[in-house]
């Protein structure tokens, strides 16, 4: 199905919103950037502001900041998507998380909308060591988080874009749910390991107490209700219900996701995992 309208990505200068614009443009969709700072401007806070940000939107990415676990969020996405469904918008993807009660929520919000829907849950991305929380430790040459010995199968962002640009500009994928993690199990020291072998540096990986990463938080400056979400979203997702690997990209593209460790290889060829 070619888009004639266009799709509005929220959260379009992001890890995943970016790179669904370029995967779009380059197939020759028009695309409005979904952002505070767009021509036309899109602010989840800002509910005014989503109108005009519709306006002539055939497809709909969901993104939303900071995450579908915090309070409120349901009812946000309850909005935004009514207003969506009322401006003629047909067809929705929603990046969610695994295993929070909250984004699977906001998911049975966007199935309901009356539009053609597409879930893309995910596990924790690849690039939150690259381009995310976790890169000022690996610069500096440790990685502390509350994450004890749990396997994650960390996705990269890469299949992520891949997946929804496919569901938002093809036939075929209305009515999926695409559980997308990458095709083996890590545990964050695992995966600090082997970033430090990719980048010839000698990495660590710190299993801090909750209580010593929100201090840390809050001394960089993270607001103390985000702060303090952060840390329980670390304890409530890590608790070993995600430790699955799933065939959703498999499902969506017809290809094995990518592994973590062609990530970490390509990574360290930029440069950005320098010491600091």
Known sequence: MQHLKTTLITGGTGKTGRRIAQRLTALGHPIRIGSRNAEVPFDWEQPATWGPALQNVGALYLCFQPDLAIPGAVEIITALTAQAAAAGVQRVVLLSGRGEEAAQACEEVVMASGMQWTVVR???????????????????????????????????????????????????????????????LMTFADAVHEIGAAAGRDLSFIDASPNDYLAGLLAEGVPTPMAEFLVWLSQTVLDGRNATVTDGVQRALGRPARDFSDFAKATAATGVWSAS
């Open 122 to 184: 995910a596990s924790w991305f690849n690039q939150n060591f690259s381009e995310g929380p976790f890169l000022p430790g690996v610069q500096a040459g440790a990685v502390a988080f509350p994450a004890g010995t749990t396997a994650e199968p960390f996705i990269d962002v890469e299949d992520i874009a891949d997946v929804a640009a496919a569901a938002l500009s093809e036939d075929g994928h209305a009515g999926e749910l695409y559980e997308v993690t990458g095709p083996r």
